[in-house]
T-cell receptor, first 113, second 114 residues
Framework: DAKTTQPTSMDCAEGRAANLPCNHSTISGNEYVYWYRQIHSQGPQYIIHGLKNNETNEMASLIITEDRKSSTLILPHATLRDTAVYYCIVRVAAGNQGGKLIFGQGTELSVKP | GAVVSQHPSWVICKSGTSVKIECRSLDFQATTMFWYRQFPKQSLMLMATSNEGSKATYEQGVEKDKFLINHASLTLSTLTVTSAHPEDSSFYIC??????????FGQGTRLTVV
């Protein structure tokens, strides 16, 4: 699976949008971009994933550039409970042969009052 | 989303003893489960991939005789840390993949070896 590059840490004011970038310049055509987050001392939580189109769900939006070499996770109105480490992962398509999830270092997001 | 449960949530054991951690998919069948280990301030490190009814595939550098994995049913995988030592103290996390290929994570098990 392709490697990803994320900033080590970011701060965000409560109520503002948090924009978390991810570079995945070596992504292959059949690889999806996945985002997970891990709140301290818990297991990772799935947030969102996409292939090439922008995606939105109740938690976040995912913006993928046209060349697919980078993406941005957007938390539209960050709350203190969104403080966590956010992981951007690329993997082969979901399905019975979907690839294993290899975690990078992630971005530690601190939402401040 | 689907629920994956780990047991126990935390465990303290004496050096030299073995500890078993269970990972259960509660509302779906998981043909594949993954085991991760996470040290403080570090990311998750994949230890092994477990397929139901077959031997686990271990990542490079992970001792298969020390970390015994059993995946005897579609809803249960176990990780046994044998002859545990203080350096095995870590946060162990399992993940189960459903038929759609999506992975769901357990809440983790904090192992402390004294």
């Amino acid at each position: 699976d392709a490697k990803t590059t994320q900033p080590t840490s970011m701060d965000c004011a409560e109520g503002r949008a948090a924009n978390l970038p991810c570079n995945h310049s070596t992504i292959s055509g059949n690889e999806y971009v996945y985002w997970y987050r891990q709140i301290h001392s818990q297991g990772p939580q799935y947030i969102i994933h996409g292939l090439k189109n922008n995606e939105t769900n109740e938690m976040a939006s995912l913006i993928i550039t046209e060349d697919r070499k980078s993406s941005t996770l957007i938390l539209p109105h960050a709350t203190l409970r969104d403080t966590a480490v956010y992981y951007c992962i690329v993997r082969v398509a979901a399905g019975n042969q979907g690839g294993k999830l290899i975690f990078g270092q992630g971005t530690e997001l601190s939402v401040k009052p | 989303g689907a629920v994956v449960s780990q047991h126990p949530s935390w465990v303290i054991c004496k050096s030299g003893t073995s500890v078993k951690i269970e990972c259960r998919s509660l509302d779906f069948q998981a043909t594949t489960m993954f085991w991760y280990r996470q040290f403080p301030k570090q990311s998750l490190m994949l230890m092994a991939t477990s397929n139901e009814g077959s031997k686990a595939t271990y990542e490079q550098g992970v001792e298969k005789d020390k970390f015994l994995i059993n995946h005897a049913s579609l809803t249960l995988s176990t990780l046994t840390v044998t002859s545990a030592h203080p350096e095995d103290s870590s946060f162990y996390i399992c993940s189960a993949r459903d038929n759609g290929g999506e992975a769901f994570f357990g809440q983790g098990t904090r192992l402390t070896v004294v």
